[in-house]
C-alpha cells in the first residue's frame, strides 16, 4: 500500500485509539434535522405541572397540516378534555361537556386553563424538530438527532429515539419553562399512515 493511500487509514487508526484516552474529546456530531412528517397520530401520556397545579394521564393526537385532534383522559381512560381544530378556530370541551371556542389552541387553553403552553412548538418538537422562523438553539446525540433545545422560553430534552416509517421520532421529550412549568410526554405508539382526523 503507497503511503498517499494508508495515511488515511493510519490517521484514522490513530484517532481511534486516542478517543479511548483519558481527556480526548472528540468532536461533538452535527446536527441533522430532517424533514418531519406531515401528519401524524400519536397515543401516549403525558404529566404537567405549573406552580402547585398538576396533571397526569393519557394523550391521543391527530395532527395534519389543516386539522388536529387532542384528547386528555384520565389514567383509567376518562375522558378530560377535548381539543379541536382547524382553519376556521379551535374548540375545547371540557369532561362536563362545556364547550370554549378561540382562533386559535394557545389562546384557547390560557382562556379556559389559565396556562400558557407552547402549543405551536409543541406540534413540532414532539417529531423532534424545533419550530420554523423562530431563533433556537441546539445540541445534537450520538446519532447526530435533536437532544436538546431552547426555543420560545423553554428547554426541551429528547430521548428514545425509534423509526416509524421512514422517520425516526422520539419517544420522549420534556419540555421546562422557567416560572415552574413542566410538560413530560411519553409516546407508546406512533402512525403516519392514517394521521388524518
Known sequence: MSFKHGLPLLLGGLL???AGLP???????SLVLLAPP???????RVSLKA???SFSGGMTWRHAARQQELLLSTPLGQGVAELRGDEQGVELRDSKGHLSRAADAETLVRQALGLTLPLKGLAWWVVGNPRPGVPYQAEADADGRL?????????IEFSRYAQTGD????????????DDMEIRLVVDQWDLSGARP
Not at 23 to 29: E, K, N, S, V, W
Open 51 to 53: 406552580n402547585e397545579e
Open 147 to 155: 437532544a436538546q433545545l431552547k426555543q420560545d422560553g423553554w428547554r
Open 38 to 44: 406531515s401528519a401524524f397520530r400519536l397515543e401516549g
Open 16 to 18: 481511534a485509539a486516542c
Open 23 to 29: 481527556g480526548f474529546q472528540p468532536a461533538p456530531p
Open 167 to 178: 422517520h425516526f421520532l422520539p419517544g420522549k421529550l420534556v419540555a421546562r419553562r422557567a
